[in-house]
């Protein structure tokens, strides 16, 4: 799909009619990662080794980014991606979270592990959202709309953390389909800072210290720290599908228990 994506891009044909293919790679990955979780979900018929917490972060963030993304053009893709087709992505990978809360919430309850499940989102939120109040960019020149789409940024970077809080209390062993989701999580991540890497020019900000740009310091900090904190984990996910292939389990290793 994403090579198909591309081809339309270059092309400039079918849906997209884009200049910059990687501003469409990060949100498409986003949503897909959600969907390996939904297909957990439903071939499994259980909850086990889904953090509620995360999706929550998830959807918070997409909530946070979508109040900017929607009706204001300061983050967006300067494409025709940015027209309609960035939002779609981002208003599917909401909905798609969301059925994810209710499966793991009510129709899957059963299962849910909700005791190891224990991480403190609402900490991890304030956090987020003062962080964001102090390091905003200006790109919508609107102080509430630019704090809550950082936030929003920060929040989908530490969505990781109940994921990986549950995992280690619960033994530290990943399925498969968990840990694609996971690994996809780096990637995703990983799009979306080439993205804002490519555009560290055009991210402005009141300074607090002249010539010290600290939105962008921000921003591709947030990125960085998003993969430092899943660096563990790859390791131990491309070693297991390595030897043991696509549908092996992940077994972490006793250092990974810095996340509780």
Not at 71 to 76: A, E, I, S
Not at 109 to 115: D, F, H, I, L, P
Not at 128 to 135: G, I, Q
Request: net charge negative.
């Amino acid at each position: 799909m994403l090579c198909f994506l591309d081809w339309c891009c270059s092309h400039s044909i079918g849906l997209v009619k884009a200049t910059s293919p990687q501003s469409l790679r990060w949100p498409f990955c986003s949503s897909a990662l959600l969907l390996r979780l939904a297909a957990k979900s439903v071939s499994t018929n259980s909850a086990a080794g889904i953090s509620a917490g995360a999706l929550t972060l998830d959807a918070f963030a997409l909530c946070c980014q979508l109040s900017s993304t929607t009706w204001l053009q300061g983050y967006l893709p300067a494409d025709a991606s940015g027209d309609w087709l960035f939002q779609i992505l981002q208003v599917y990978s909401l909905a798609v979270a969301v059925w994810l809360l209710y499966r793991v919430l009510v129709c899957q309850k059963a299962t849910y592990q909700s005791e190891a499940d224990s991480c403190p989102m609402g900490w991890l939120i304030l956090v987020c959202l003062s962080l964001a109040s102090v390091l905003h960019s200006d790109l919508n020149a609107r102080p509430l709309f630019d704090t809550l789409w950082m936030t929003g940024l920060f929040a989908s970077v530490v969505a990781v953390l109940p994921q990986l809080w549950l995992v280690n209390r619960t033994g530290g062993c990943v399925d498969y389909l968990t840990g694609h989701y996971i690994a996809s999580l780096a990637v995703s991540r990983g799009l979306s800072g080439l993205f804002m890497f490519a555009a560290w020019e055009d991210i402005t900000c009141d300074e607090w210290i002249t010539g010290f740009n600290h939105a962008v310091l921000a921003v591709n900090g947030a990125h960085l720290l998003h993969l430092i904190l899943l660096g563990d984990f790859g390791w131990h996910y491309v070693k297991a599908m390595a030897q043991k292939g696509l549908t092996s389990s992940v077994q972490l290793g006793d250092d990974f228990a810095w996340c509780v």
